[in-house]
C-alpha cells in the first residue's frame, strides 16, 4: 500500500514564505500532485512532479525528490485567501488513481 | 473553472435509500475517478473508470457502483445507505498529466 504523511497544521503571516511538506512510501511511483481545497469546496489542483526537481508556478512552487520519497509545495507572498487545507497526492502505476494525504491546514494572519 | 460538474451539490438521504450521484467530465479526460472525503480527512478512492470499463477500484463494499456513458460523463450509485455514507463525494475527470476536481456532491444521510 502507500503511506503519505503531512503536517496536520500550519501557521504564518501575510506577506510571508510557507514550505509544507509531504514524505511518501510508495511502490510504482508516477506522479505527484498537490492541491489546494477550501472549506466545503472541492479540490483545486495546484502543481504536478513527476521528475526530480522544482516547478514554479506564480508564487506556487513544488519540488520532488523520488530517490528521498520526498516533497513540498512553496507558497510566497501569503495572503489571507491561500488560508486553506492544501493535499498532497501520489499517482502509482499506470492508472490514474491518486491517493492522498490527509492534508495540511495553513492558517494565514494578518 | 475546470470543466467537471457534478450533480446534485447538496443531497439529504434516509438511511436504507439509495442514491445517484453524477459526473460529467472535462473534455479530452476518457479517465472518471470518484473519491469519498470525510469531514478532515483526505479523499478517499472508490472507483476508477476508463472509456466505460472500471479499471480500478478502492476499499469500498460493493453497494457502491457506478458507470461511465460513450460521452465520458459518469455516475456513482450507492445502494442501501449508511449513515457512515455522510459525506463529500468528489469526481475527477484525468489524463496523464493533470486530475481535476468537479465541485463535489454534500451527501447527508440521515
Known amino acids: 500500500g502507500q503511506n503519505i504523511d503531512q503536517p496536520t497544521e500550519m501557521t504564518a503571516t501575510e506577506g510571508a514564505i510557507v514550505q509544507i511538506n509531504c514524505t511518501y512510501q510508495?511502490?510504482?511511483?508516477?506522479?505527484l500532485f498537490w492541491y489546494q481545497q477550501h472549506a466545503g469546496e472541492a479540490p483545486t489542483f495546484l502543481s504536478y512532479n513527476v521528475l526530480d526537481g522544482l516547478e514554479e508556478k506564480g508564487r506556487f512552487s513544488s519540488f520532488l525528490s523520488r530517490s528521498k520519497g520526498y516533497s513540498y509545495l512553496l507558497l510566497k507572498e501569503l495572503q489571507m485567501k491561500d488560508s486553506a487545507s492544501y493535499l498532497c497526492?501520489?499517482?502509482?502505476?499506470?492508472?490514474?488513481?491518486?491517493?492522498f494525504g490527509k492534508g495540511t491546514m495553513l492558517l494565514v494572519s494578518p | 473553472e475546470t470543466g467537471v460538474t457534478q450533480s446534485p451539490t447538496h443531497l439529504i438521504k434516509t438511511r436504507g435509500q439509495q442514491v445517484t450521484l453524477r459526473c460529467s467530465s472535462q473534455s479530452g479526460h476518457n479517465t472518471v475517478s470518484w473519491y469519498q472525503q470525510a469531514l478532515g480527512q483526505g479523499p478517499q478512492f472508490i472507483f476508477q473508470?476508463?472509456?466505460?470499463?472500471?479499471?480500478g477500484r478502492g476499499n469500498f463494499p460493493p453497494r457502491f457502483s457506478g458507470l461511465q456513458f460513450p460521452n465520458y460523463s459518469s455516475e456513482l450509485n450507492v445502494n442501501a445507505l449508511e449513515l457512515d455514507d455522510s459525506a463529500l463525494y468528489l469526481c475527477a475527470s484525468s489524463d496523464l498529466t493533470e486530475a481535476f476536481f468537479g465541485q463535489g456532491t454534500r451527501l447527508t444521510v440521515v
Open positions: 473508470y476508463y472509456r466505460e470499463e472500471e479499471n
Open positions: 497526492a501520489v499517482r502509482v502505476g499506470g492508472y490514474s488513481t491518486l491517493t
Open positions: 510508495t511502490s510504482g511511483f508516477n506522479g
